[in-house]
């Protein structure tokens, strides 16, 4: 007994946790920090990318841990272990496995099914990845850190399974979304202050905060789908677009916000749900006009609503090389949602374009035309409009909360002896906007309409 202990704590059990370490770390890569909610919209957004998504990128290199884990059961292994620590030790090790292959099998599921096709894969995997996770949380009382990992990957587990009850459920259960949400971020928070000495904590807090920015993203597509009475489950199998609008955002409140705007955009094509919409076109022949060069005539004439971020700002002006000091100037700041230029356009609030922008924003309407999706949130909307209105030399801008609002634009197709040349007007003129992008946006859109409107009941 004795030969066979030392055998075990001199030979086996550091080679095993050695070729452990070796294809958990190094060929795997941060399974503790990549999220488990992964369905096929985010996989374009910063944090749910293919290389930080290592549960579902690395997808091969974790089945291939099955052969690992047979070797750590193997008899010519678990004959030399004599004692309850090195039944604890090798216990460790098969826990990071499992922990590892669960979450993969959940992760996979939701990417590559969908949440209605994926669902029974994934209450299956987090069922046993929750139930693994309170086992070896109790039994690791002398490892505050590892109990500390398992006791947030049971949390981690209710919560997402909780989330996939809650979006199932007809209507769906939006308050529920939201509660998974909380306790996941608390949860994250806590595994920073659990044990500050163990890194596998920082790195599982931001696994964790990655599912909770998730379930937000869910819960404000669940929102407003449940107020404009679309099926969530087809909704969210109809939502390609919402990969490329999500794949510009920076923050997660941003992320949220596209999320839900997407989905107005949706019902508003789909259903006629009200938008804050202008639909004065009264400027447009004189804006198509004005756009023209040289023998140039137009054509065709698309009119696109587009969704810009309004907000309230207050600045000084510099005059020459002095401050007007005490002179506050009041104006409403203009940003693009939908493209990815930074120009800002600053209205005086009596200014009648301006009142037709108040004027939408207190009473939605209808939208006539069709409709581009946001891409910008309003967190990086502020941003742009104070960088610009800074590099205009205006000084103490203050900008207040900013609001949605959609502006017609006219995508006009001019025609003249050097060919056709597409251009996008507003009610201020010509703008630097890609119009052959904007129509694909527009189409997309379009198109996961049709998709919806279509699909078989479930």
């Known amino acids: ?35 488990i909610m992964v369905p096929p919209f985010l996989a374009r957004m910063p944090g749910f990318t293919g290389e930080d998504a290592a549960l579902v990128s690395s997808r091969d290199r974790i089945l291939a841990l099955r ?51 994926g669902a029974p894969l994934v209450r299956n995997n987090l069922g046993r ?43 769906p259960e939006v ?23 163990d890194l596998r904590g920082a790195l599982a807090s931001t696994g964790v905060h990655r599912d909770a920015t ?12 449940a107020t404009s009475s679309l099926p969530l489950l087809d909704l969210l199998e109809c939502s390609g677009p919402l990969a490329a609008c999500l794949e510009g955002a920076t923050r997660a409140d941003d992320a949220v916000e596209i999320a839900g705007v997407y989905t107005m955009t949706i019902a508003a094509a789909a259903c006629g749900t009200p938008l804050c919409a202008v639909v004065d076109t009264s400027w447009g022949r004189v804006a198509v006009e004005a756009a023209r060069q040289g023998d140039e005539r137009p054509g065709q004439t698309d ?36 493209s990815d230029g930074e120009s ?45 209105m800074r590099a205009s030399d205006l000084k103490n801008v203050v900008l207040t909360d900013a609001s949605l609002v959609y502006l017609p634009l006219g995508v006009v197709q001019f025609e003249g002896s050097r060919g056709r ?20 946006r527009v189409r997309a859109v379009h198109q996961a309409v049709v998709a919806l409107a279509t699909r078989p009941p479930a």
């Open 1 to 35: 007994m004795a030969t066979r202990s030392f055998l075990f704590k001199d030979r086996i059990l550091p080679d095993i946790r050695r070729d452990v370490r070796r294809v958990l770390d190094e060929e795997i890569g941060d399974v503790l920090g990549s999220p």
């Open 67 to 117: 052969e690992l884990r047979a070797r750590l059961e193997a008899p010519d292994v678990t004959a030399f272990v004599t004692s309850a620590a090195d039944q604890l030790a090798l216990q460790k090790l098969l826990v990071e496995i499992d922990r590892t292959m669960l979450a993969s099998n959940a992760a996979w599921a939701l990417a590559s099914s969908g949440l209605r096709a």
């Open 129 to 171: 990845l929750r139930e693994s996770a309170r086992l070896s949380a109790a039994e690791t009382a002398t490892d505050p850190a590892g109990a500390a990992l398992s006791r947030a990957y049971e949390v981690r587990s209710e919560c997402i399974l909780g989330a996939i009850d809650a979006m199932v459920a007809t209507p």
């Open 175 to 197: 308050d529920q979304l939201d509660a998974c949400a909380n306790r996941l971020e608390e949860t994250a928070q806590w595994l920073l202050t659990a044990d500050s000495r």
């Open 214 to 225: 998730a379930l937000r993203i869910l819960a404000a597509i669940a929102k407003h789908a």
């Open 303 to 338: 009119v696109i609503l587009s969704p810009f971020w309004v907000m309230p700002a207050r600045h000084a002006k510099a005059e020459g090389f002095l401050l007007v000091s005490g002179r506050q100037v009041d104006s409403i700041a203009v940003v693009a949602a939908s």
């Open 344 to 388: 800002v356009l600053l209205l005086d609030p009596q200014e009648p374009f301006a009142q037709l922008i108040q004027q939408a924003l207190a009473h939605p309407v209808r939208a006539p035309w069709q409709v581009d999706p946001v891409r910008t949130g309003p967190s990086a909307a502020r941003v742009i409009a104070r960088k610009s």
């Open 421 to 440: 040349r597409p251009v996008v007007v507003g009610p201020k003129g010509a703008l630097p906007i890609d119009a052959e992008a904007l129509m694909a």
